[in-house]
């Protein structure tokens, strides 16, 4: 069994940052890949940013390409999901979840993901 905690979430204008973390308690963390989705109102959940358990692969959207990085700390059990240049766009709920079977390379489906967080809300106004 393993939780999910995602916090960092807020309002802020276009152009700005925000960091997303995502604590993670129960299994070995640093031995599964962890990934970022996000959620608009009216759309379906989609795939951000992946790392694997090494933090050395990552693979990202093509939306969030060069404005956001996703990072973790093993000794923290933490993942973390900076985002910069916000745009309106990518206002949506964002969830982490945590890909615990693995062996898929690096997962970018929802299904692929074992658990889920609970999400935080980023809001980018114009």
């Known amino acids: 069994q393993v939780q999910l905690v995602e916090s960092g979430g807020g309002l802020v204008q276009a152009g700005g940052s925000l960091r997303l973390s995502c604590a993670a308690s129960?299994?070995?963390?640093?031995?599964?890949?962890m990934g970022w989705f996000r959620q608009a109102p009216g759309k379906e959940r989609e795939f951000v940013a992946v790392?694997?358990?090494?933090?050395?692969?990552?693979d990202y959207a093509d939306s969030v390409k060069g404005r956001f990085t996703i990072s973790r700390d093993n000794a923290k059990n933490t993942v973390y999901l900076q985002m910069n240049s916000l745009k309106p766009e990518d206002t949506a709920v964002y969830y982490c979840?945590?890909?615990?079977?693995?062996?898929?390379?690096?997962?970018?489906?929802?299904?692929?993901?074992?658990?889920w967080g609970q999400g935080t809300q980023v809001t980018v106004s114009s």
């Open positions: 129960g299994r070995a963390f640093s031995s599964y890949a």
């Open positions: 790392i694997m358990w090494s933090g050395r692969n990552t």
């Open positions: 979840a945590a890909d615990i079977q693995g062996g898929r390379g690096t997962p970018r489906r929802d299904y692929e993901y074992d658990y």
